[in-house]
């Protein structure tokens, strides 16, 4: 191999470009079917560039080196989260030297090593520029401290003294960054403060300057009495939540020191805005910015910015834009000092929907239903816990499943290009972009998760998992990650895998995760389980206390004992008591749906979807804990979903019901059960 600036020249032998030739044409067929973008064989001055997209992790910088070395460049657009690039030359010469020398080479960049497929195209057709603005209220004044503040500023605060220092100040370390509060304690207990308790520090000095230029500016009009400083690590955040209303008057004032981050604003209609808060910068919340829209930080280490820094809109939300002037920007330490003033008031803000103080339904769980005696009985049990929860808690549901998991990715990843997979039960479509090769469509029972595949222009259709409109051996490799469990009765969990082998071709492999019954395996305590023991137990790796639950105190977590025959409730991150069970869902204030549906639905229900318990979030999913820390949200309502947690041996007892199959291997991954299928290689197609 033969090295040439920061990309790896491939043999020049013609089996291998015959390869790479096969590989492009299959490029092409992808964009044209999830893109819609059509390719030439006839050179122009433009190419797609397919791998070499934001969403492969290849940055602006990176990509553009080794295309400008080709020729003279005229743009490059970088669509977010894409995993292609468009690139413009001069003159058709330079664009037809990229695609010679480029296509098939290997791209080395600092998070990824890709392989680059160029195609010639007509035009550009991604270049989606949608004006922007800001969310109502909200406002970013950029170098409102000097470099000198900033610096004051930073070295004011001491992280050295843990939990209530010398100072006075009360200090955390919260899972994905540190705090420390001044003034009154913010409670991420009970996501409030003791108003009757102020801390024994009130606002260091230094940062009377800064209050002061605010009062002076008009940004407040009484000065704020509390203070909390968020630390974030390159990688850390702090979810979307809403500073609760009964606790903090109207405008909040935000500093970001040190390093930039982007800001992620979330409507409660789905709206999206992402802003960037560049250091030494105040970010002002009022009205519907402060009351309506979650604010909160993606925990990642890069962020998507305009690639010019001057750019003074500061938005680099998903669905913009500046079509051309996106890159990535590494995460720097960001420390933050947001100014709040207690309210000692009931909020009587405009927005009831999000208003702590103004919510008038207080849900009370009612009985809970009992397992399913007849067919018709598990369908209705499963619209109600399974089918209408989903739908309603979709968008805050699938802001907590971001992170796909190792083990399903490696399945994924080791299927052949081209291969055809069908993801039953696919949620928000987190495996369906995770090997660009597949050609991947999904399927899930809420028309609302699939809207979210939708938007991030997935395949995905609306289908009940027991029925799946793809014809029989029309599919390479399916999957179905947590959905199996929560079929009510043995029949309906037998049918479920019936039907996904019935996809397979001969030959063909599914994999299925379900949640299982031992969240305890080989000595070793599922991170669903251990997450729990994090919130009463000193941290591994500090000697402060981590706590930074969602939730009220264990003595009001059982909110109910059901009786025999009912479903019991379960507490989360405890070890299971019953096989068959509901598990509670805390939804996000700002996380609804849609307004309009999921109040209207909670407050005409009289069923117990709407208990309100406040307990720990409940997933099984290993690498990501919802609800595990705001710093704001009110409570919010509670549904529950239904599981039938399987035993170990079960699956594979399940599976073994089914004809022209066979379990290839089966393992515990993170308190679930797995098994790989094969269906028999020597069945006839027909
Ligand atoms: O880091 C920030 O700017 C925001 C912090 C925040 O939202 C909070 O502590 O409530
Ligand atoms: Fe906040
Ligand atoms: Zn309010």
């Known amino acids: 191999m033969e090295c040439e600036g920061n990309y790896v020249k491939a043999g020049r032998r013609s089996k291998e470009e015959k390869k790479v030739f096969r590989k492009q044409l299959r490029a092409s067929h992808t964009l044209l079917k999830h893109e819609g973008i059509r390719t030439t064989r006839q050179p122009t001055k433009s190419l797609v560039v397919a791998n070499g997209g934001l969403g492969n992790g290849v940055s602006r910088e990176e990509l553009s080196a080794v295309l400008r070395e080709m020729g003279a460049m005229e743009n490059l657009v970088m669509p977010p989260h894409k995993p292609f690039a468009f690139v413009t030359y001069r003159c058709e010469e330079d664009a037809t030297n990229a695609h ?23 035009s550009v057709t991604h270049q989606k520029a949608v004006a922007e603005t800001l969310p109502q209220g909200l406002v970013l004044v950029e170098d409102f401290v000097s470099p000198e503040e900033e610096a004051q500023l930073l070295a004011a605060v001491d992280w050295s003294s843990a939990h209530e220092d010398v100072s006075g100040s009360a200090q955390k ?21 003791d108003k009757d308790k102020p ?8 940062c009377l300057p800064v209050l002061e230029r605010c009062l002076r500016d008009g940004h407040i009009n009484i000065m704020p009495d509390q203070l909390t400083i968020n630390q974030y690590e390159s990688g850390q955040g702090i979810p979307p939540h809403v500073d609760t209303h009964s606790a903090f008057e109207d405008t909040i004032l935000s500093l970001s020191l040190g390093a930039k981050a982007v800001m992620e604003f979330r409507h409660p209609d789905g709206r999206v805005v992402a802003v960037v808060l560049p250091s030494r910068s105040l970010l002002v919340m009022k009205g519907e910015s402060r009351y309506l829209w979650t604010h909160g930080i993606t925990p990642r280490k890069f962020d998507l910015v305009p690639a010019c820094e001057s750019q003074s809109a500061a938005l680099a939300s998903p669905d913009v834009r500046t079509q051309s002037g996106l890159t990535l920007s590494k995460r720097g330490t960001r420390t933050s000092f947001t100014f709040r003033k207690i309210r000692h008031e009931r909020c009587r803000c405009a927005f009831p929907s999000a208003c702590d103080s103004q919510r008038t339904t207080s849900p ?14 598990a369908a209705l049990l499963e619209e109600e816990y399974v089918h209408r929860v989903y739908d309603a808690i979709a968008s805050h549901f699938s802001s907590t499943r971001h992170s796909p998991w190792p083990h399903v990715c490696q399945f994924l990843n080791l299927l052949a290009p081209g291969s055809v997979l069908a993801d039953v039960g696919c949620g928000n479509g987190k495996y369906l972009g995770v090997n660009p090769e597949l050609v991947a469509v999904g399927c899930d029972r809420s028309g609302a998760l699939v809207q979210i595949c939708a938007d991030r222009g997935f395949h995905a259709f609306v289908s009940d998992a027991l029925s799946v ?31 996904l082998v019935r996809l397979l071709k001969p030959g063909g492999q599914a994999l299925v995760y379900v949640w299982a019954f031992e969240q305890e395996y080989n000595k070793q305590k599922s991170k669903y389980l251990k997450d729990h023991n ?8 500090s000697s402060k206390k981590t706590q930074e639950p969602h939730g009220e105190p264990d ?23 019953s096989q068959d069970l509901l598990v509670p869902w805390h939804l996000k204030e700002g996380n609804k749906q849609d307004g309009k549906d999921s109040s209207c639905r909670l407050s005409s229900r009289t069923d117990p979807r709407p208990g309100c318990d406040s307990s720990r979030e409940a997933t099984h999913n290993p690498d990501s804990k919802p609800c595990s820390d705001t710093s704001g949200c009110s409570s919010a309502p509670v549904f529950h979903r239904y599981y039938h947690v399987f035993q170990q041996g079960e699956l594979e007892q399940l599976c073994s019901q089914v004809a022209g199959v066979k379990v290839k291997s089966s393992y515990h991954d993170q308190g679930n059960w797995c098994v790989v299928l094969e269906k028999d290689p020597s069945l006839q197609m027909i």
């Open 199 to 206: 801390l024994p520090a009130c606002l260091p000095g230094e």
């Open 173 to 193: 370390a919260l899972k994905h960054r540190r705090v420390k509060h001044y003034g009154f304690e913010f409670r991420y207990d009970n996501n409030n403060v």
């Open 469 to 499: 409109p793809l014809r029989t051996a029309s599919c390479d490799a399916c999957i179905s990650i947590a959905v199996i469990h929560h079929f009510s009765t043995q029949e309906r969990r037998l049918a479920a895998v019936r039907e």
């Open 534 to 541: 994090r919130d009463s137990s000193p941290t591994q790796n």
């Open 555 to 577: 003595t009001q977590r059982h909110s109910y004992y059901p009786a025999e025959d009912k479903l019991s409730v379960h507490t989360n991150r405890t070890a299971f008591n």
């Open 364 to 377: 009370s769980p009612a009985s809970p239903p009992s397992l399913p005696c007849c067919r018709a009985d």
């Open 100 to 122: 010679t020398r480029l296509n098939g080479q290997k791209l080395l960049c600092a998070e990824n090593s890709v392989v680059l497929y160029l195609s010639y195209v007509n």
